[in-house]
């Protein structure tokens, strides 16, 4: 699972410039910095004619259970439940971070980056609901860099695969259950 990460403009000339054009675009109090909680305003990287453009949207869709919010969304399964099918094959969008947390079973707080860049890209999908637009990060099965520490990792995006993601659905189909790249990890 991935409950929260990192969005640092100051560790990241990108993020910067993404966090700088949503809050020209729509307010400075449009979006949080920072460490990122569920239920959180954050940008994310939207399909946008040829190019991406970041809007802000809230992390998580409504729980059909009435209370709460789903933050996450599996991989393996995604397509094949009702809730998400639809958002993944036509709202796909991009989350862009400066790390992720997990936490082990000791309690130890973990930051998650890829080795060598100051930002991090997460696959993730978008919906509306009574008005508000919402995203969730995909997860899939964790690789060896992050085995010990969490059972889950989110599906994540090279600089390379990012405008595929969000334009070809068989790409995006193949990389839900694709391996991942390595990460690095420091406790915080």
């Known amino acids: 699972m991935c409950g929260r990460y990192s969005l640092a403009p100051d560790e990241s000339?990108?993020?910067a410039q993404i966090v700088a054009e949503v809050q020209s675009r729509f307010g400075a109090a449009s979006i949080h910095t920072g460490e990122i909680f569920p239920t959180n305003a954050a940008p994310v990287l939207l399909a946008e004619e040829q190019?991406?453009?970041p809007?802000?949207?809230i992390w998580g869709f409504p729980s059909f259970k009435g209370k709460g919010v789903i933050i996450n969304a599996r991989g393996e399964t995604a397509l094949d439940?009702?809730?998400f099918r639809r958002s993944l094959l036509e709202?796909?969008?991009?989350v862009p971070t400066t790390g992720f947390y997990e936490w082990d079973r000791k309690?130890?707080?973990y930051r998650f980056r890829l080795p060598g860049k100051d930002r991090l890209y997460l696959a993730g999908f978008w919906n509306v609901f009574q008005g508000e637009e919402r995203f969730v990060i995909l997860t899939t099965a964790p690789n060896s860099s992050i085995i010990?520490?969490?059972g889950r990792m989110p599906v994540l995006l090279t600089d390379d695969e990012a405008a595929s993601w969000l334009h070809d659905t068989g790409m995006a189909s193949a990389k839900l259950t694709a391996l991942q790249p390595d990460l690095e990890l420091a406790a915080v």
Request: aromatic share 0%; proline share 9%; charged share 40%.
């Open 51 to 53: 190019k991406m453009t």
């Open 148 to 150: 010990n520490v969490h």
């Open 13 to 15: 000339k990108e993020i």
């Open 81 to 83: 439940k009702p809730m």
């Open 107 to 109: 309690k130890t707080k």
């Open 91 to 94: 709202r796909r969008c991009i």
């Open 55 to 57: 809007k802000p949207m």
